[in-house]
């Protein structure tokens, strides 16, 4: 298993980074919130898990060490697969999955694209006990060696199309979300991206 990439980040695209590690390009696969520390020419060191197919070889990337493990097990329930953890962490802090888990939130879990309610209630049985206590920690930060890879309502978009909405749709969210990104830009703080797709995401249940 490779534990960790540790080197210059050499590329960034929506939903993946190249780290440059011994003169190899690695390719990362992470949640928009880790890609929003990043920054080309910059060092990193991203906790990562290695997940093999037949035909592929994956390897996600997690600002720490606690994301990778609860990445790692989300995918011990049945029909959660490294896609839908990687959304479900998109989403959720692990600190949120785990009050999740723990309070049988049906809400939280079905902010996430791709579950329902009843496959809600069928991870809360599954994952009982699995995640652990919230450790009551605020929202994970960046990775060292994090300047914007891109606009965040860049980061948006491809987030949002990647958990599998439509680009209509997307633009909706971001049109929603927007004023709230213009008042901490407004403040001199960064809009964070993982605020925004949660907001957005919310925005987007609420249409259904």
Known sequence: MIAFVSGTVAALAPDAAVVEVGGVGV?????PDTLSGLRIGRQVRLATSLVVREDSLTLYGFADDDERQVFELLQTASGVGPRLAQAMLAVHTPDALRRAVATADEKALTAVPGIGKKGAQKL???????LGEPAGTAEAGHPA???????????????????????????EAI?????T?????ADGA????????????RTLNRAR
Do not use: I, M, N
């Open 27 to 31: 390719a990362v696969q992470c949640t």
């Open 124 to 130: 809360f049985l599954e994952l009982a006990g699995r």
């Open 145 to 171: 060696g994090a300047v914007a890879p891109a606009p965040w309502s860049d980061q948006l978009r491809a987030a949002l199309v990647g958990l599998g909405y439509s680009a209509h749709e997307a633009e």
């Open 175 to 179: 049109a929603a979300v927007t004023p």
């Open 181 to 185: 990104a213009e008042a901490a830009a």
């Open 190 to 201: 960064a809009p964070k991206v993982s605020q925004l797709l949660r907001a957005a995401l």
